[in-house]
């Protein structure tokens, strides 16, 4: 059966045994673990000056963006906001030496309150100018060609 060990328990058996006042058959009748799992408790003590293995700080998937990344798309988005993705993620590449792929950033700019919604409609009106710019040029064009 597993029991969590108490770390100031742990401690005390490793001073116990490095100080030499207790035998190591005392030490672990005393404390109630296994030579095991003392020798593996021994050994963090000795690699690592701590008791318990070092776990990681960061939880969840790893992150290509942090926020000083973050801050620098936002800063992006806000001055321009009818760029596309694509333009976004050619700049975070030359600007910031990142290669994510856009729905990276598209999540980024979800999780900050930009949602698909607003997107759709910036291109959607970006689209609508570049089409009405295309045509006035085409237009002109042809008057200049006749």
């Known amino acids: ?19 030499q006042h207790l035998s190591l058959h005392n ?3 005393c404390v109630g673990f296994s030579e095991s799992t003392f020798w593996h408790v021994l050994k963090l003590w000795h690699e690592t000056g701590n008791i318990i293995s070092p776990t990681c700080s960061l939880c969840g998937r790893p992150r290509i963006l942090h926020c000083d990344n973050v ?25 910031r030496f990142i290669s994510v792929h ?3 950033i598209h999540r980024e700019l979800e ?22 710019e ?11 060609c006749h």
């Not at 969590?4 to 005390?12: D, E, H, Q, T």
């Not at 936002?74 to 590449?93: A, V």
């Not at 295309?134 to 200049?144: D, E, I």
């Open 71 to 95: 801050l620098y798309l936002i800063c992006l988005f806000c001055h321009h906001p009818g760029w596309f993705l694509d333009e976004l993620l050619k700049l975070l590449d030359t600007n």
């Open 1 to 19: 059966m597993y029991q969590k060990i108490s770390c100031n328990v742990k401690l005390a058996a490793v001073n116990l045994y490095e100080h």
């Open 134 to 144: 295309a045509f006035a040029w085409s237009g002109t064009q042809r008057t200049v």
């Open 102 to 104: 856009y729905t990276t």
């Open 27 to 29: 030490i672990l009748t």
């Open 111 to 132: 999780h900050i309150g930009i949602s698909l919604k607003k997107l759709k409609q910036i291109a959607k009106e970006r689209n609508e100018q570049r089409g009405m």
